[in-house]
């Protein structure tokens, strides 16, 4: 099955700096890969995906990069703010019995200083 | 617009339990439906998912089963709940125009003592 590494599992940046969360996937056949940011106590927000045809997507300080070579993803966030501040979650989708099965990598806590 | 529901919101049993938590989808028709447990700073597991009536697929084995009576209902149960069933269980989403976006319900914190 799918196997997903996330790197760094936490990540401290001073306010306004950029941070970036890695992760890499094993299936081959994974054609999805969202982003999600869960605050304490709160549910997964989806920020951000990426499908497999595409190699960079941005929405405004947010951006994702895909490379299918190297079966790796990435996060990138710009211009940091103290309410980015929570853990965030890589994931790859593969398509399965009619439905898209995600596995999730273990996550990434950002903190964020002012 | 589409919305998930899920209750109870916080739920303390005692081991050997049964357990029945529900979630429900509005909006929308035929969704692909998820159950993942988030143990306490872990990361989320996926329990069960349906792509519709009475068809579910297990990841994990385990005492949980799960059912889908209606086209927008999904219920999570155990007939005897152990300690280690206590986590955040998070109901998801997909489908019709959302195919590969799975979007969460706001979870049910079950402690288990």
């Known amino acids: 099955g799918e196997n997903v590494e996330q790197h760094p599992s936490t990540l401290s940046v001073q306010e306004g700096d950029s941070a970036v969360i890695k992760c890499t996937y094993s299936d081959s056949a994974s054609n999805y890969f969202p982003w999600y940011k869960q605050e304490l106590g709160k549910r997964p927000q989806l920020i951000i995906d990426?499908?497999?045809?595409?190699g960079e997507k941005k929405d405004q300080r947010i951006a994702v990069t895909l490379n299918k070579t190297a079966k790796h993803f990435s996060l990138h966030i710009t211009e940091t703010q103290p309410e980015d501040s929570a853990v965030y979650f890589c994931a790859a989708s593969t398509p399965r019995g009619g439905g898209n099965k995600l596995t999730f990598g273990t996550g990434t806590q950002l903190k964020v200083e002012l | 617009s589409q919305t998930i529901h899920q209750w109870p919101a916080t739920l303390v049993q005692p081991v050997g339990s049964p357990l029945s938590l529900e979630c429900t989808v509005e909006g929308t028709s035929n969704p692909n439906l998820y159950w993942y447990r988030q143990a306490a700073g872990r990361g989320l597991q996926l329990l069960f998912y349906?792509?519709?009536?009475?068809?579910i697929s297990s990841e994990v084995p385990q005492n949980l089963s799960a059912s889908r009576p209606q086209d927008r209902q999904f219920i999570l149960s155990s007939k005897k709940l152990l300690l280690s069933d206590s986590g955040f269980y998070l109901c998801a989403w997909s489908g019709g125009d959302l195919l590969y976006e799975q979007y969460f319900g706001p979870g049910t914190r079950l402690t288990v003592t």
């Open positions: 990426i499908r497999s045809n595409v």
């Open positions: 349906s792509v519709g009536i009475g068809q």
